[in-house]
C-alpha cells in the first residue's frame, strides 16, 4: 500500500486535506472522502491526490447518482397491484 494525500478542492482552492493508505489512488480519494470518485473533467468541486512517495497528482471528481425517474401512474399502479397480489399470496 502507498501513502496518498487527498485533498477535497474548491476550484483551486484546498478545503480540506486527508491522509490514507491505498492501492492505488482513485481508492485513496474514495477511502478518505467516502465517496465515489471518476476522472476529473472541468468540475468546481474536485479531489487532488498526490502519492507522498514520488510525487505524482491524480485528479479526480466526486459522482453523481442520478435519481430514479419517478413512476409513471400506470407503474405506481402496477406497484400497488403487486403489493396487493403478494399480501393476498403471503
Known amino acids: 500500500m502507498k501513502s496518498y494525500r487527498v485533498e477535497e478542492m474548491a476550484d483551486e482552492m484546498v478545503v480540506s486535506y486527508y491522509l490514507a493508505n491505498a492501492s492505488a489512488p482513485w481508492q485513496a480519494a474514495e477511502k478518505a472522502t467516502g465517496k465515489e470518485v471518476q476522472g476529473r473533467k472541468t468540475e468546481r468541486f474536485w479531489v487532488r491526490v498526490t502519492d507522498e512517495r514520488d510525487g505524482a497528482v491524480s485528479k479526480y471528481a466526486f459522482k453523481i447518482r442520478r435519481p430514479e425517474p419517478p413512476l409513471n401512474t400506470r407503474d405506481r399502479n402496477m ?10 399470496v403471503k
Open 79 to 88: 406497484a400497488s397491484t403487486e403489493r396487493q397480489l403478494y399480501q393476498i
